[in-house]
Every structure is written in structure tokens, then in C-alpha cells.
């Protein structure tokens, strides 16, 4: 029998390398954007068209390269980082697997354009699917500059499972951020279809985290310095207050790699312990330094991974230096033995007097002086006015010491009565009862907790979630109005203005018009800066406009890998920012509105996240649960 084994072409090895290193045009910006770090480059700029899927280029002033080391690099395993396997355990640079370039053009056109700085002629390499098209003398600047072009062309049912254009621009800007914050000396600008979405200019590490997150996070940053014998901790942290309800500001450094840990996110979100409100993320951005020999970052092709030789270790003392630096900034609770008493000269509060010491002070101690003599106050006023109070305390507490016989038992004493906050309140209003079937009344409904309300029916007792209610209602409404267009806005009298970050701004751009067909009045007004000049008519003065549209692309953002229309997208993150909190107090009458226009939706049972929105309890359910 022959043989069957054989190696494979390396157009096929390619292709398969490609599918573990390049997942999405994301992954193409990674790795162009690590080499010209490692190339030395102290200006780099990506263009992009398409969300990648047209164009990804990435410039930068690096070293460049000569003719042969241009054709070489599209090599597998053709790398500059390393030379023998002790290198592994000593990897300082971005790069080493030397698979990217190998990977990138088996899957695409690529065009790459690099000069070495002593080189006077620079050079020209085009591929096409790993197969060489041509290499020649160009005329070039410094450095190097790849384009990636119809990126899987010849892999269409990877291209096939691409998301939108706004889902994959996410993840570009994603790499695009991690990718400049650990390197704020190094100028990052970054073009997509032709409008500069970043500039950041060379700086320090909190300047370059207000160029990407926005002036407005300068007040958000707390820093973080911890070093011991085994690593060096540093970096900022979020304030409490302005904790998201969406991950996507946590980033974790090691040696100047951005790494994915869930062990080490819960060592910071204990440092957070009480501090947070439920379900919401801090920002950080923490750096951590360590001996290469003590981790393993050879662990996924992505090199997101990594292993630490003492995980437990790292994980406590990122924990005490989150701490440390909450309480060092007075964020948290902190226990001081040398508070200065300047600060604390708070007067000692009064003891409140017994019943039996209040009745003798009303009765022997003199009224205060008049604050206005010449208002006819006479001595006699304060004596009849003392008379009347001294009247009113003895009043207050007539009767304490009797009780009615009929209300004890057989050993003479009273029973005791638990009253509950209702106990003074009719179960019925005049105005809300309504005659039922078989002469029955229908009782308002009423809120447990703020959250929920419950509703007395015919079968049993129906219990509805106020929020998700809420959101089912609000989602329809919204649903129904971007579909006819046909909202209404009123205009507002002081138009506020919101600042964003570019990559929030970039979002909002993209949806500007869909959010205005629900009644918002928003115009772009210079970089990363908008104007709103109405809210929809229902909303006015009901919520504040600015929190409701940071939720919207909160919620919005989240929702992007989900494959839903963009009206739809819409309408459920308008319908999460702009529904009533779980904890909000309501009346009987907007109760009751809540539930007619619950069960007038189309789909009632469950909000548009899947929740359900009410929940019934039969009357033989409750019955059995009584049963021994």
C-alpha cells in the first residue's frame, strides 16, 4: 500500500495558521500595529476603510527593512525576535511566533512599501493568497507601510461570518486603544473611511488615557504605585461613582502586553468590595512588570493569555494595592489615628430627654427669648403658650397605662398587635373602586419593595416586574415610531452638550439618524462633541438627557454582536435607558397605567432582554403552600 502521509503546500499551512491568528480585520491591526513597535516606530497611523473589510493600512517611521528581509518576513516562522528556545523565557517584544505576515497574506492582497533609513531606494512587495505577484525597487519614505486589502477573499465563508461594519469597527478601535495606552510615547492616530476617529500626540500615561476616553475621565482616574521583590504594580484606577453597567475599560498590562485574566479582575473587583453599585465595572488600566521568566505568555497564538508562576501571589498584591490606593484618595473608609481634630470640630449632639424629663422641662423651664420684641409679644403670650404645650405633652401620653379589659386574655394582660405601614391606609380609594364581577371591587394595585406590583385578579394575585414592564412597553412604542416616523420633540430651552469619547462618538455618529426619528434633537457639534437641542415629548422632564443617551450607547454597544436590524437595536437601548429603575416609587394612578399598557402590547409576557414581565399565583397555588 502507499504511503498517505505528506506535508502540506504552505499556501494550505498558511490558511490554516490564519484561522487560529487572524480571526477578524481586528486581528490584522493587531499584529501590523505590534510590529511596528517592535520595528522602533515612534509614529504610527492606521487607516482603515470599511470597518477593514476594504482596506487596513497601517504607516509607521520603524527601522524598515531590506529586500530580503521584506520577501523573508512572509515566511512561516520567519521571525527577528527570537533565536533559540531560551528565548522564550525572556521575551520582551510584541512579536515571535512569526506567523502573522505568513498568516495575513494567505488570506488577502497585500501590498507593503519599507526603506531602511541608510537605504536610499526603498522596496515594493505584492501578494496575492502567499503566491509572490511582484518585488521591486520603490521610491519610498522610511519605515514601513503594509496594506491588507479584500481581506478573505479566498476564505468566503470566514468573510461570510464577518459582522456589521459597526460591530467590527468596535473591535478594531478595541486593539486600536490597548494597543496606544501601552505605549502613550509613541503618536497613534487612527482613519476610518476617511475622517480621523483618533489623534493622540505623545504624552504621559494619563494624558493619553484623556485623549482616548475624553477630557471628562480626568476627574474618573485614581493612580496606583505598588512595587515589591517580585513585580511592579502601576497605573489608575476608576472612581466608584463612575462605575459602567458594561465591561470594555478594564485592561490589564504584563510587561507592556495587554493580557485577558478573569482571576485577576476578580481580585480587583474585591478591592472594590462594597464600594460599587450592583452589576456595574470600574475602569482600570494597570500595569504590571515582572521578571519574563516568571510567565509564560507562549500559552494562545493571540498572546492574550498568559500563565504566572505565583498566580495567587500577583492576585493578593493587586488586590492590596487597589485598596491601598482607595483609601490613600479618601474613596473608601479608612481607619487614621492622626486625623488632625481641626477637621473634626462637629458639636456633640444632644441626647434626645425621656418622656418624663420632657414634661418637667415644658413645665419648669422658661420659653426662649422673643427673636422679634417689637411684634406685640407679651410675657403673657409665653406663659398660655406654655400652659398649651405642657397640655399637648400630657395629652400625648394619656391612656399608656390603661387598656380596655375586653382586649386581654385570661392572665390580665394585653395581647400584642403587629401593625404594618398600611394598617392606617384604605385598601380602596373612593375614586378607584370599580364594580367587579359578582359584586366583587377592584383593589389598587400596590409596589413591593419599589420593584414590584401587585395586582389583585379574579384567579389569584398577578405580581409584575415595574422595569421589565416597562421596557416591553417603552420598546413597542419606540419600535412603532422609528418604523412611521412620526415623533415628537420638544425643544428645549437651554440645550445641553455632551462630550464623548471618540470611540462612543464614532457609535452615535453612526446612529444619529435613527435616534432623532425617535424624538431626540441631537446635532454634531465639533470633535467627539454633540448638541441636544430636544428630547422626545414623553421623556421631557422626566429624565435627564444627557444620562439617557450615555445609556443608549451603553445598552447599544452591548447589543452590537447581536445580529439585530438597527431599528430594533435601537428601539431595546432606548427602551433600557429610558424605562422606570427597579426602586423607583409609583403611584397608584401610574400603576395602574403600567399595567393597561402592558397588556396592550403585542408580546406582554417578557421584556425585549428575554425577562419576564409578570408573573401570576393561582389562588389554589397559594392555597397549597399553606398546607402542612
Known amino acids: 500500500m502507499a504511503d498517505i502521509i505528506q506535508l502540506l503546500p504552505d499556501a494550505i499551512a498558511n490558511q490554516i495558521a490564519a484561522g487560529e491568528v487572524i480571526q477578524r480585520p481586528a486581528s490584522v491591526v493587531k499584529e501590523l500595529m505590534e510590529n511596528s513597535i517592535d520595528a522602533g516606530s515612534t509614529s504610527i497611523k492606521l487607516v482603515v476603510k470599511e470597518a477593514g473589510k476594504t482596506l487596513i493600512q497601517v504607516i509607521d517611521n520603524g527601522c524598515g527593512m531590506s529586500d530580503t528581509d521584506a520577501r523573508m518576513s512572509f515566511e512561516r516562522h520567519a ?25 495575513i497574506a494567505a488570506i488577502a492582497h497585500v501590498e507593503m512599501r519599507t526603506r531602511r533609513q541608510s537605504d536610499e531606494l526603498g522596496c515594493l512587495l505584492q501578494i496575492e493568497g502567499s503566491e509572490v ?24 465563508a470566514r468573510r461570510n461570518f464577518l459582522k456589521s461594519n459597526s460591530v467590527e469597527m468596535r473591535y478594531i478601535i478595541d486593539e486600536f486603544q490597548r494597543i496606544a495606552i501601552a505605549n502613550p510615547d509613541i503618536f497613534f492616530s487612527l482613519h476610518h473611511n476617511g475622517s480621523e476617529v483618533f489623534h493622540l500626540p505623545p504624552g504621559n500615561l494619563r494624558q493619553r488615557l484623556i485623549g482616548i476616553f475624553g477630557l471628562h475621565s480626568n476627574k474618573k482616574l485614581v493612580p496606583v504605585e505598588e512595587e515589591t521583590d517580585i513585580l511592579r504594580l502601576s497605573g489608575f484606577i476608576g472612581k466608584p461613582e463612575f462605575a459602567k453597567k458594561t465591561r470594555g475599560e478594564q485592561y490589564f498590562y504584563v510587561n507592556n502586553r495587554f493580557i485577558k485574566s478573569s482571576y485577576l479582575n476578580h481580585a480587583v473587583a474585591n478591592a472594590y468590595e462594597k464600594l460599587l ?3 456595574t465595572f470600574p475602569l482600570y488600566v494597570i500595569f504590571i512588570e515582572t521578571d519574563p521568566a516568571r510567565i509564560d505568555i507562549n500559552v494562545h497564538p493571540t498572546k492574550q493569555e498568559i500563565k504566572f508562576e505565583d498566580e495567587r501571589l500577583v492576585y493578593n498584591y493587586l488586590k492590596v494595592a487597589v485598596r491601598h490606593s482607595l483609601g490613600q484618595y479618601s474613596i473608601m473608609p479608612t481607619l487614621d489615628f492622626d486625623i488632625d481634630t481641626n477637621f473634626a470640630r462637629t458639636p456633640p449632639v444632644k441626647p434626645r430627654p425621656q418622656r418624663d424629663e420632657t414634661v418637667r422641662s415644658a413645665s419648669s423651664q422658661p420659653s426662649p427669648p422673643s427673636q422679634n420684641p417689637g411684634a406685640g409679644h407679651t410675657p403673657a403670650d409665653d406663659s398660655g403658650r406654655q400652659a398649651s404645650n405642657l397640655k399637648n405633652w400630657q395629652q400625648l401620653y394619656d391612656g399608656l397605662n ?36 359578582g359584586g366583587q371591587t377592584r383593589k389598587e394595585p400596590y409596589q413591593v419593595h419599589n420593584t414590584y406590583i401587585v395586582s389583585q385578579i379574579k384567579s389569584g394575585v398577578l405580581l409584575i416586574d415595574q422595569q421589565s414592564a416597562h421596557e416591553r412597553i417603552l420598546y413597542e412604542r419606540f419600535l412603532e415610531v422609528l418604523k412611521q416616523q412620526k415623533a415628537s420633540t420638544q425643544k428645549q430651552l437651554f440645550p445641553r452638550t455632551l462630550t464623548l469619547s471618540p470611540q462612543d462618538a464614532a457609535v452615535l455618529k453612526d446612529i ?14 465639533g470633535v467627539n462633541t454633540f448638541v441636544i ?27 452590537l454582536d447581536m445580529k439585530l436590524d438597527i431599528q430594533e437595536s435601537i428601539a431595546r437601548a432606548m427602551a433600557r435607558s429610558a424605562a422606570i429603575r427597579r426602586g423607583q416609587g409609583l403611584s397608584p394612578t401610574e400603576m395602574q397605567a403600567l399595567i393597561d399598557q402592558l397588556f396592550a402590547c403585542q408580546v406582554p409576557f417578557k421584556s425585549p432582554s428575554g425577562r419576564h414581565c409578570f408573573i401570576t399565583f393561582e389562588l389554589e397555588e397559594l392555597a397549597k403552600r399553606f398546607e402542612g
Open 402 to 437: 390603661e387598656f380596655d379589659p375586653e382586649t386581654t386574655d385570661n392572665n390580665g394582660s394585653a395581647p400584642l398587635t403587629l401593625e404594618s405601614s398600611w394598617h392606617q391606609e384604605p385598601l380602596l380609594s373612593e375614586e378607584n373602586r370599580t364594580a367587579g364581577a
Open 512 to 525: 444619529l439618524e435613527q435616534v432623532n426619528l425617535l424624538g431626540f434633537d441631537i446635532q454634531e457639534f
Open 277 to 279: 453599585p450592583q452589576d
Open 533 to 559: 437641542n430636544g428630547v422626545p415629548s414623553e421623556m421631557a422632564g422626566k429624565k435627564d438627557e444627557l444620562e439617557v443617551v450615555e445609556a443608549l450607547l451603553e445598552q447599544y454597544k452591548e447589543q
Open 79 to 103: 521571525t527577528s525576535k527570537i533565536r533559540e528556545a531560551s528565548d522564550l523565557f525572556a521575551i520582551r517584544t510584541m512579536g515571535f511566533r512569526g506567523e502573522a505576515l505568513a498568516s
Open 133 to 156: 505577484k511582484n518585488q521591486e525597487a520603490c521610491q519610498c519614505s522610511s519605515g514601513t507601510t503594509i496594506s491588507v486589502k479584500n481581506l478573505f477573499f479566498n476564505v468566503p
